[in-house]
């Protein structure tokens, strides 16, 4: 019987990108004080030396779990665009659901154990200020393009904020316990609210 291998760098690509996502899930689940480079090789079931081939350092990791959190938040965000209704009534509960879908993911809450980190890490805050901007003004543009896709409501560039603020507070409130059952009762009266400003 003939054992295929699978190529070195494969398999050094497969190894990253599990230590990756391991690191995503403790981040979100544990915190950042649990999350080393140590508990997310054991998580992901890695040597902890093969962890520290790819991340000699739990600087080195972090970084790159926040700059691939940030970067896929910001993609999703910026996608979010496709086979959207267009019927206002039918267009704006799936616009609302897609952001608060941003900030309530387990990216999120991986994101969240770095940003509070940052408040006393000047580095980290320095590595964060600039993913956080990007993945703000791409979650906007996508909020006041799919809330008025047009371009004549006055008020639609305004309302896209308020709905981003409201999604962000959805998604602190959904950090501490399964805060679902109360979110889509907000979402509900929330869409409500913004048909009728949007069809003023």
Do not use: C, N
Not at 90 to 115: C, H, M, N
Not at 129 to 139: G, N
Not at 153 to 164: K, N
């Amino acid at each position: 019987m003939t054992v295929v291998r699978e190529p070195q760098q494969d398999r050094s690509r497969v190894t990253r990108e599990r230590l990756l996502e391991a690191t995503v899930d403790m981040l979100a689940t544990q915190g950042w004080a649990a999350t080393t480079v140590a508990a997310v090789a054991e998580s992901a079931g890695v040597s902890r030396g093969a962890a520290q081939h790819h991340f000699p350092t739990r600087e080195a990791l972090i970084t790159a779990v926040v700059e691939g959190m940030f970067e896929r938040m910001t993609a999703d965000a910026s996608a979010s665009m496709v086979e959207l209704p267009e019927d206002l009534r039918s267009r704006v509960p799936v616009v609302v659901d897609k952001a608060v879908a941003i900030y309530t993911g387990t990216e999120f809450k991986a994101a969240l154990q770095a940003w509070a980190a940052a408040a006393s890490d000047p580095a980290l805050r320095e590595l964060l200020l600039p993913l956080e901007a990007k993945l703000a003004r791409a979650a906007h543009r996508f909020t006041v393009q799919a809330l008025d896709p047009a371009g004549e409501h006055p008020d639609a560039y305004r309302l896209a904020q308020v709905t981003l603020d409201l999604a962000r507070g959805l998604g602190l409130a959904d950090t501490l316990s399964d805060d679902s059952k109360r979110r889509k009762q907000v979402v509900a009266t929330w869409s409500d609210q913004l048909v009728d400003a949007l069809s003023s």
